[in-house]
């Protein structure tokens, strides 16, 4: 849910979003994802509930775009979490999923055996044919690609300037739904060595879609603000409706097929020999005698061996 203008409260179980032209209430535990946007404020009581229905809390700017802090609740699931950590450690599973990802940019070619170098040497080529491709439609010249870390906007022509402002955008909004749905923002596949390699690696799967062809025809309309382009890419994503199309690429690319997703209240144990057992109880229960002191079991003696223990002091 995303909400803006608003105030934020708690009624029983129910978050309430009231203005001056109505008041609707929520019942929290339908809540996967908040996305709490500009004008907006909430009281620590909807925050409590929120956190105690396992909903993640964005603050993100106007439709999702840009994400400015995160907060999750306590029972959410770790099970997209721990998926996504045991593909990245895994050398030949990472470069599977590096390869399903690059399979979403090339739908009519088979990625299932090429290596790193040829996938990025193809995406480059498919990259700067696009740069080409939306020069020529638009009218505007593209020379090269200019970017300048730290500061989105500063480095380049119009459209240079212009694609990296659409650019950062689609970061805040590829973080938003990537902590919204408790994967890590970090554990990238292509990217490595970045707190937010994740992102980069799903924002890289929309930039031909979204931020080039933006770049493009806001040059050719003369609009060159950073606003124009953060304004414009926010409408172009909710009218393509890119959110819930992110939400079901991660999956895809970490959950294999027909595993279901766990998103709801797990707190077990780990166990090196049953992997998980029951959280929430007491494992003690039967290791003390009546008196309370504890009682070990240990191996059957030989007969050696229990001479050998008479012996020593």
Aim: glycine fraction near 10%; hydrophobic fraction near 40%.
């Amino acid at each position: 849910m995303y909400v803006e203008l608003c105030h934020i409260d708690r009624d029983d179980n129910a978050v309430v979003l009231a203005n001056k032209a109505r008041t609707v209430r929520v019942p929290a535990a339908c809540l996967a994802v908040m996305l709490i946007g500009p004008g907006t404020r909430i009281t620590h009581a909807a925050v409590a509930l929120l956190a105690d229905s396992g909903t993640a809390v964005c603050w993100v700017g106007e439709h999702g775009v840009r994400m400015y802090a995160a907060g999750l609740g306590p029972t959410r699931s770790s099970h997209l979490q721990v998926r996504q950590a045991l593909l990245v450690t895994r050398p030949r599973e990472r470069l599977d999923v590096a390869r399903r990802m690059y399979a979403l940019r090339f739908p009519d070619e088979d990625t299932s055996c090429l290596t790193m170098q040829q996938l990025r040497g193809r995406e480059g080529a498919r990259i700067r044919r696009l740069y080409a491709e939306h020069s020529q439609r638009t009218g505007v010249p593209w020379h090269k690609r200019a970017y300048k870390p730290g500061d989105a906007f500063a480095a380049g022509d119009n459209v240079n300037r212009l694609l990296s402002a659409a650019n950062s955008a689609l970061y805040g909004i590829c973080h938003a739904v990537i902590t919204g749905i408790g994967a890590s923002p970090a554990l990238g596949f292509i990217h490595t060595g970045s707190a937010v390699s994740f992102v980069l690696d799903i924002a890289d799967l929309y930039k031909a879609d979204y931020t080039i062809p933006l770049a493009f025809d806001l040059a050719a309309k003369g609009l060159t603000k950073e606003r124009d382009a953060r304004i414009a890419l926010r409408d172009a994503v909710v009218g393509g409706r890119l959110l819930p199309r992110i939400v079901t690429d991660i999956k895809g690319l970490l959950i294999p097929d027909g595993q279901e997703f766990i998103d709801r209240e797990a707190s077990g144990l780990w166990d090196e020999e049953q992997g998980t057992v029951e959280g929430g109880r007491n494992w003690g229960d039967g290791l003390f005698d009546e008196a309370g002191h504890l009682s070990v079991v240990g191996p059957d003696l030989s007969s050696n061996d229990q001479a050998a223990g008479e012996r020593s002091p």
